[in-house]
């Protein structure tokens, strides 16, 4: 498959698939790119270029793999973004502190699922 053919491609695949798997991935595209309400603080600008970041690779692993889960290795920048939200969260307040908030609670929710798909992927090939 081409490259330029995974997005549309995989959003094809997903709807398709699992209603809930199809929901939790709208849900965490609006999380993360939310960050652009929030555009005037970097963190918020962390986020949304680490997910643009990950959405790319993604699609590469897709375009190589189709809806496999290996896909679940895109988010490996989560593994870096979380902790360092993490412990700047502290430090924040008012809207952005909930903003983080959210962030932090859906990735890690996501990480838990990728890290046992990418596993699985690798135990069954």
Same mark, same amino acid.
């Given at each position: 498959? *081409?490259?330029?053919?995974?997005?549309?491609? @995989? @959003?094809?695949?997903? #709807?398709?698939?699992?209603?809930? &798997?199809?929901?939790?991935?709208? &849900? $965490?595209?609006? #999380?993360?790119?939310?960050?652009?309400?929030?555009?005037?603080?970097?963190?918020?600008?962390?986020?949304?270029?680490?997910?643009?970041?990950?959405?790319? @690779?993604? +699609?590469? %692993?897709?375009? *190589?793999?189709?809806?496999?889960? &290996?896909?679940?290795?895109?988010? #490996?920048?989560? $593994? $870096? %973004?979380?902790?360092? %939200? +993490?412990? /700047?969260?502290?430090?924040?307040?008012?809207?952005?502190?909930?903003?983080?908030?959210?962030? =932090?609670?859906?990735?890690?929710?996501?990480? =838990? @699922?990728?890290?046992?798909? /990418?596993? %699985?992927?690798?135990?069954?090939?």
């Amino acid at each position: 498959m *081409k490259l330029y053919h995974a997005p549309y491609l @995989f @959003f094809r695949d997903l #709807v398709r698939g699992p209603l809930w &798997i199809n929901i939790w991935v709208q &849900i $965490l595209m609006m #999380v993360n790119f939310a960050g652009v309400f929030f555009w005037h603080e970097p963190l918020a600008q962390l986020i949304f270029f680490t997910f643009v970041i990950t959405s790319f @690779f993604m +699609m590469y %692993l897709y375009s *190589k793999f189709g809806m496999a889960r &290996i896909l679940g290795l895109g988010h #490996v920048l989560w $593994l $870096l %973004l979380i902790p360092y %939200l +993490m412990m /700047v969260w502290p430090t924040l307040s008012g809207d952005i502190k909930h903003y983080i908030t959210i962030v =932090i609670i859906c990735n890690t929710i996501s990480l =838990i @699922f990728d890290i046992n798909d /990418v596993r %699985l992927h690798f135990v069954e090939n």
